[in-house]
């Protein structure tokens, strides 16, 4: 469902990745690895449609991809319900009453999203995923801040609901989800320092 | 898109959303002229159209940097930017948000400021049409140029100065609407090139935001 062929990507105008290749099947999950600086957020965010890809194809079926970062989206000023409520509306699509149980968000409901925790913040832009009903998921480091049984629950929400209901998830993270997916280690698509460097000898 | 301008106007209307400020900022400026160049009504009367429009012109100017920086530090402008709602229609419905939260509120306000600085009485109708009809542009217009600067720290006064020179069309034609209104002249003219100054604006300064947005969020 989503396929990857000889992707190059950039940050700020230096490519960081080049002939990436990868296939994604439905129900299926790929984890990336990597060192910091590698360029797994600058992949994420290329695949998500967020920028340009410098080479190569992203293929998945429209309209189907969601991109969740650090940063959670989440408004400082509205309750939890109405932060859902509001990605659920984006998205045309329900918000359906489990999703609050699912992400241990139920006594969370009314207040205000700027009195919430890292980690209670971090399960309210997590249930974003859950509500919009999108099937190929761009995840980045999305345990950052999460206790134990909290990622253990995320964990099992992408594996029993998400991905047995035939979505993907591409994930960038440094811990063991315990997902039965395959890891792609990105190090061997590092983009030469010089890759695009031709331009500078022509004027000295 | 109804979604995302109840949240605006949710926001503006909640602690630390700003709304107000511009109206406050707008009584305030037009408190002080007469302060300023001194008590005579035959003078002040004269002025009054120029200085309701530049006032309102600066109060517009106060909330634009909020239009995108907080969703875009938040993330949520990444978040809908993926998401099935088209990016014109994110920037229209901004424009529009913020235009109901200090365009609306200033021309309503305006014809009681009016009074204050003793706008001709034949003038009235004319300002609140033509603020009516001007300040959607002047969201608009500050709408894009919030999207220019989104990202960048400190943005607002940068913002200020691009978006400034912009609005010169709509002041001009804005405060001549008034001032021929006030004089008795006809001013259909003035009125209907701001008219169309602002219709324009609507129809492509959508696009021109989106693919600004598009840039910036690489």
Known sequence: ?204 | MIALLMRDLRLAFRAGGGFGLGLAFFLIVVVLVPFGVGPETELLSRIAPGILWVASLLAALLSLDRIFALDYEDGSLSLLATSPLPLEGVALMKALAHWLTTGLPLTLAAPLMGFLLSLAPEAYVYLFVSLLIGTPALSMIGTFGAALTVGIRRGGLLLSLLVLPLYVPTLIFGAETVRRGAEGLDPTGAGILMAGITAGCFAFLPFATAATLRINLR
């Open chain 1, 1 to 204: 469902m989503l396929q990857v062929a000889d992707l190059g990507c950039a940050r700020g105008g230096v490519p960081v990745l080049k002939g990436v290749t990868f296939d994604v099947d439905q129900g299926q999950a790929l984890i990336l690895r990597g060192p910091n600086g590698i360029g797994k957020t600058t992949l994420l965010r290329t695949l998500a449609g967020l920028q340009p890809a410098i080479a190569g194809t992203v293929t998945f079926p429209e309209d189907e991809g969601a991109y969740a970062s650090h940063a959670d989206g989440i408004k400082t000023a509205l309750t939890v319900t109405e932060n859902l409520k509001f990605w659920a509306d984006v998205h045309g699509a329900p918000l359906a009453d489990d999703i609050f149980a699912t992400f241990d968000l139920s006594d969370l409901r009314d207040r205000v999203g700027g009195t919430l925790s890292a980690g209670q913040k971090r399960r309210l832009g997590l249930a974003r995923l859950g509500v919009i009903g999108r099937k190929v998921l761009f995840l980045d480091e999305p345990t950052v801040s999460l206790d134990a049984f909290s990622v253990k629950r995320f964990a099992d929400w992408l594996q029993n609901r998400h991905l047995a209901a035939g979505g993907i998830a591409v994930i960038a993270t440094h811990i063991d989800l315990g997902l039965a997916a395959p890891e792609l280690d990105l190090s061997p698509f590092k983009a030469a320092l010089d890759a695009s460097g031709g331009a500078d000898e022509a004027f000295l």
